[in-house]
């Protein structure tokens, strides 16, 4: 059973305008998630993340909202850029559990100019 | 060096041949994390190693996987008599702290394709 889920495989906006990818969890324990993206050929890297005690952290032009009670997390980019064209992960754990990231499927995102 | 590096960073080879995929993490880094990337999907957790020890072992798929690190540096994962449903990518991360919430960095991962 998928844990995390992201439930949107692509998504295409244009530049200049909010890119909105969502992440879905069934996991009430989890209470730290982090956003990663992928390009290419490369690794993932670490983007922004978020406590449970929070339901909102904002970094440049990269916010991520919690909702808790919905389990419901997004990624809010804003302007997008077609250099943040990439896949974007989100990625869940539960801290007095295993120590280990739970991660989805990842969303597509395309920045068209 | 200055990131995570893997080796190699393709690998091709044929059912029932064993495989050895390295991870140099970051200098210093006290975590080292394995995780596998099948297409189409997210990635899969698979051994997490404290230092030398491996406290969390419960993502090998199966026994013929195992891993080790030596030195609290270079780690080694062995998938013996590959399988086709073993073609992934294998990502490497590690991080300062073995905490889940400390910033993980990634390598750029091997290709691995069991024909």
């Known amino acids: 059973d998928q844990q995390v889920k992201q439930n949107s495989p692509s998504l295409s906006v244009q530049e200049g305008r909010i890119s909105i990818l969502n992440c879905d969890y069934t996991?009430?324990?989890?209470?730290?998630f982090l956003w990663y993206k992928k390009y290419p050929a490369e690794g993932p890297t670490f983007l922004i993340s978020i406590s449970s005690i929070k339901d909102k952290n904002e970094d440049g032009r990269f916010t991520v909202f919690l909702n808790k009670s919905a389990k419901h997390l997004s990624l809010h980019i804003v302007p997008s850029q077609p250099g943040d064209s990439a896949v974007y992960f989100c990625a869940a754990i539960y801290q007095g559990g295993s120590e280990k990231l739970v991660f989805g499927k990842g969303t597509k995102l395309t920045v068209n100019p | 060096g200055a990131g995570v590096s893997q080796s190699p960073s393709n690998k091709v080879t044929e059912k029932g041949k064993d495989v050895e995929l390295r991870c140099d993490p970051i200098s210093g880094h006290t975590a080292l994390y394995w995780y596998r990337q099948s297409l189409g999907q997210g990635l899969e957790f698979l051994i997490y190693?404290?230092?030398?020890?491996?406290?969390?072992k419960s993502g090998l798929p199966s026994d013929r996987f195992s891993a080790e690190r030596t030195g609290g540096s270079v780690s080694t994962l062995t998938i013996q008599r590959t399988q086709q449903e073993d073609s992934a990518v294998y990502l490497c991360a590690s991080s300062r702290l073995t905490s889940g919430t400390d910033t993980q960095y990634f390598g750029p991962g091997t290709r691995l394709t069991v024909l």
């Open positions: 996991n009430s324990m989890f209470d730290y």
């Open positions: 190693f404290q230092g030398n020890s491996a406290p969390d």
